[in-house]
T-cell receptor, first 112, second 112 residues
Framework: SAVISQKPSRDICQRGTSLTIQCQVD?????MFWYRQQPGQSLTLIATANQGSEATYESGFVIDKFPISRPNLTFSTLTVSNMSPEDSSIYLCSVGNTGELFFGEGSRLTVL | GENVEQHPSTLSVQEGDSAVIKCTYS??????FPWYKQELGKGPQLIIDIRSNVGEKKDQRIAVTLNKTAKHFSLHITETQPEDSAVYFCAASIHTGNQFYFGTGTSLTVIP
């Protein structure tokens, strides 16, 4: 399986600021996704990061709040904009290969 | 859409005993069922999966069973060890598809 690296692993942010999370994969992958895991909860898909085009967002998530970039087949970023305490979560980068799904270690954000 | 339910939400077992976690799904088109283990502070790790053309799959102390007619699948861990303590998530998808539907998770504690 691919090695997925996320930065930062954790951060404490002030209300109203924005933070960009980076995801680097050690091999080219077709599908990259961003998930959110709120404290003690399951995994919720935010969007599919499409290489060279706009991301595809799930219901309840919008580009203005969670802009995503994917400039190539090994890298993607997720920005959490104008953060509020409700955005405190683990954000997970994941990659899909031959139908299987693998996750990075996650970025744990706390918004004060 | 697909709906995946997972039980129990918490499970405590004595070291050496077996643990069973059960999931049900609603969409008969789902044909790929992975299980993930998430340790504290880490991302979900794929530990075993099963496809709909197979009824059971084993990997050392871990096994997964699938009943397509009843639309349920289960994770079985035998001879549990303290390092098995984690949160386990089941999921369902259409293999080669992008959409994974996750259960709500089971927090397993193995008591030494």
């Amino acid at each position: 399986s691919a090695v997925i690296s996320q930065k930062p692993s954790r951060d404490i942010c002030q209300r109203g600021t924005s933070l960009t999370i980076q995801c680097q994969v050690d091999s080219q992958v077709t599908m990259m996704f961003w998930y959110r895991q709120q404290p003690g909860q399951s995994l919720t898909l935010i969007a599919t990061a499409n290489q060279g085009s706009e991301a595809t967002y799930e219901s309840g998530f919008v580009i203005d709040k969670f802009p995503i970039s994917r400039p190539n087949l090994t890298f993607s970023t997720l920005t959490v904009s104008n953060m509020s305490p409700e955005d405190s979560s683990i954000y997970l980068c994941s990659v899909g290969n031959t139908g299987e799904l693998f996750f990075g270690e996650g970025s744990r954000l706390t918004v004060l | 859409g697909e709906n995946v339910e997972q039980h129990p939400s918490t499970l405590s077992v004595q070291e050496g005993d077996s643990a069973v976690i059960k999931c049900t799904y609603s969409d008969s088109a789902s044909n790929y069922f992975p299980w993930y283990k998430q340790e504290l502070g880490k991302g979900p790790q794929l530990i075993i999966d099963i496809r709909s053309n197979v009824g059971e799959k084993k990997d050392q102390r871990i096994a997964v069973t699938l009943n397509k007619t009843a639309k349920h699948f289960s994770l079985h861990i035998t001879e549990t060890q303290p390092e098995d303590s984690a949160v386990y998530f089941c999921a369902a998808s259409i293999h080669t598809g992008n959409q994974f539907y996750f259960g709500t998770g089971t927090s397993l504690t193995v008591i030494p």
